[in-house]
């Protein structure tokens, strides 16, 4: 992989070099992604790309923590993506309808929230990952363990808002 390919995998297309908190811009520009994959191919096409996008960005993450010197670079935001497309991974299952349409943007709020949340927090396996695994896996890992955690809590919330 050439150092222009990386970066551009690294930073989601550029929502990394963002100044101003570039793990935001780069969950947030992951969203028009989740809602393209579950309208095209449902949960599966989510949870294809999503794997397909951890092994693309764990190369290129080791591309650029070599180039910059730095385990986890800011601008590093691919690992997001991959939280965000499992973030919806469990509901584009369970309920896909009501993540397309106008309805959806409740629960794409929500989605977004709860994946920066437990991104933030750093809990558990999060903590672990970020932690205690110091390479392209680790910064890819927590991100994959918030995405997990928010895809569990999107689902509850989701069946408290149906039996309201």
Do not use: C
């Not at 599966?44 to 092994?55: E, G, Q």
């Amino acid at each position: 992989m050439n150092k222009k390919a990386a970066n551009i995998i690294a930073t989601y297309f550029g929502f990394g070099l963002s100044k101003f908190a570039p793990g935001t811009a780069g969950s947030l520009g992951a969203l028009p992604l989740v809602y393209l994959l579950i309208y095209l191919g449902g949960w599966k096409a989510l949870v294809i790309a999503a794997v397909v996008i951890f092994f693309a960005g764990v190369k290129a993450t080791d591309f650029v923590i070599k180039d910059t010197g730095n385990e986890d670079p800011s601008k590093v935001v691919i690992d997001e993506t991959v939280g965000q497309l499992l973030t919806f991974s469990i509901l584009s299952q369970m309920a896909p309808d009501y993540l397309l349409g106008i309805k959806s943007v409740i629960y794409y709020i929500a989605g977004f929230a709860l994946f920066r949340f437990f991104d933030i927090i750093k809990m558990g396996p999060v903590k672990y990952a970020d932690t205690k695994i110091k390479n392209a896996y680790g910064v890819m890992l927590d991100d994959v363990f918030a995405g997990i955690f928010a895809s569990v809590f999107l689902l509850a919330f989701h069946l408290l808002l149906i039996n309201l």
